[in-house]
Nanobody, 127 residues
Framework: QLQLVESGGGLVQPGGSLRLSCAAS????????IGWFRQAPGKEREGVSC????????KYADSVKGRFTMSRDNAKNTVYLQMNSLKPEDTAVYYC????????????????????WGRGTQVTVSS
């Protein structure tokens, strides 16, 4: 069973940066697309970004494009979400999720269906 654990959340001032980590265990991430989602209080869950295992491409929601960057460290079986120029509206619980690439297609989709989920990490952007 693939297990995902997020870390790296916290309180940061507007304009600041955070790097979230999604550490996987149980299986290598080599064959899984990875997505980052977030959910703010009273709002629907939003697909933020994804990383394709098939070719390493990434996709981002318009709301974070140019500010957030995903990367993967194969040796650590970990995916990262670097978040820069943070805004108060980025405040949410952030979740990472995984899906076998053959279920979603050759390229990941930020709003696709993912099978495995972490428990989330809180990000609060406030002065």
């Amino acid at each position: 069973q693939l297990q995902l654990v997020e870390s790296g959340g916290g309180l940061v001032q507007p304009g600041g940066s955070l790097r979230l980590s999604c550490a996987a265990s149980g299986y290598t991430l080599d064959y899984y697309h990875i997505g980052w989602f977030r959910q703010a209080p009273g709002k629907e869950r939003e697909g933020v970004s994804c990383f394709s295992s098939t070719g390493g491409s990434t996709k981002y929601a318009d709301s974070v494009k140019g500010r957030f960057t995903m990367s993967r460290d194969n040796a650590k079986n970990t995916v990262y979400l670097q978040m820069n120029s943070l805004k108060p509206e980025d405040t949410a619980v952030y979740y990472c999720a995984a899906a076998p690439w053959y279920r979603m297609g050759y390229e990941c989709e930020p709003t696709g269906e993912y099978d495995y989920w972490g428990r989330g990490t809180q990000v609060t952007v406030s002065s």
